[in-house]
């Protein structure tokens, strides 16, 4: 197999067989991939291939050489750099071969392209970015370098949770059996689908003014732009309920060191048990959402909170629906530390 040559004094841009790349991790996902009646196998060594030197050099006569200066001079004042993935999975054949590849997200891919094109005279497509992960042929992909390339060669397929998890940054959840013990660990998306009890924390954050502080939930999130609970999360391998109340909380809201008042534990809900926290703050807390997350946070009078459940339940996640209808005096009257 031909080296990696490493260029622009960095360890993660090489240039072998014809492109220049981006070194990539490895994730763990399944050895072998099943897909219209062929198994796949999990390539070696990931990576993103950033641009097809051999293409370019059938336009016009520049060495493998001058085309990486070209990259290089370019991406001392562009980054060039991998952001994660896209939830896209493509099935891609040519002949013989099949590749599975994900979808990513890289920056500045458009505004290499257009940089070389005024630097070569000629027109350069910008890649596709994205991730071969699984190939029929040992560590045989297919090269899609361009979007022309991309819809010609391939299609989109969908990919199990044991693919996707790992590539998405997803984690595991615990899993509990009718009496709140712990039975196992699953994916997210697989515990939901399979309807597996969950184990959640739930936060309700109140001021000294007696109002609750309600999230209006992210853009890119489940349940998308729903309101919901101040804090809440799975718990995850290895945590407790307070300890990933704790969590949520700083990842979500910004908010660490406070002091919890347990409300209910082992509260059975429709697809959980639920430990159920409320926390005091003072009127002028700064609230530090988490922007991914949350699309904002709102400060609500409970009595006007109970009209708008009544008016527009459709408005909020159905978990907080329950949870609030079933502990909603306990959590108005209830002390709590400050």
Request: hydrophobic share 40%; proline share 4%.
């Amino acid at each position: 197999m031909e080296p990696k040559k490493y260029i622009c004094n960095s360890s993660k841009y090489y240039i072998r067989k014809g492109y220049i790349a981006l070194e990539c991790n490895g994730y763990e996902i399944p050895e072998t991939f099943e897909v219209a009646g062929d198994t796949l196998h999990k390539i070696d060594h990931f990576h993103i291939s950033l641009l097809c030197v051999k293409n370019i050099q059938e336009m016009k006569p520049y060495s493998d050489d001058e085309i990486v200066q070209h990259f290089c001079d370019y991406i001392k004042e562009h980054e060039v750099k991998f952001s994660g993935f896209t939830n896209e999975f493509r099935l891609a054949s040519k002949a013989e071969r099949k590749s599975v590849v994900a979808m990513c997200n890289v920056s500045n891919l458009d505004g290499l392209a257009k940089y070389l094109s005024e630097k070569i005279g000629a027109a350069v497509p910008a890649q596709p970015a994205h991730v071969t992960i699984y190939t029929l042929q040992q560590n045989a992909g297919i090269g899609l370098n361009s979007a022309d390339e991309l819809e010609e060669k391939s299609e989109p397929i969908q990919v199990p949770q044991s693919v996707l998890a790992p590539l998405m940054g997803y984690k595991k959840v615990v899993v509990v059996d009718e009496n709140d013990t712990e039975i196992g660990t699953e994916y997210m998306m697989d515990a939901i689908q399979k309807g597996m009890i969950r184990r959640a924390a739930r936060v309700y954050v109140f001021n000294e003014s007696g109002q609750l502080l309600v999230q209006q939930r992210g853009k890119n999130v489940l349940k998308p732009l729903l309101l919901d609970q101040s804090a809440a999360g799975h718990v995850d391998i290895g945590e407790s309920y307070e300890q990933a109340a704790h969590r949520e909380l700083q990842e979500e809201l910004g908010l660490a060191n406070v002091n919890l008042a347990l409300v209910e534990t082992s509260l059975r809900t429709t697809d959980f048990y639920n430990a159920i926290y409320k926390v005091v703050v003072s009127d002028d807390t700064q609230i530090d959402y988490e922007p991914e997350e949350l699309n904002a946070v709102v400060w609500y009078n409970t009595d006007t909170l109970d009209k708008e459940m009544d008016a527009a339940p459709e408005n909020f996640t159905a978990a907080f629906l329950e949870a609030w209808s079933l502990l909603r005096d306990k959590l108005v009257q209830q002390p709590a530390f400050k």
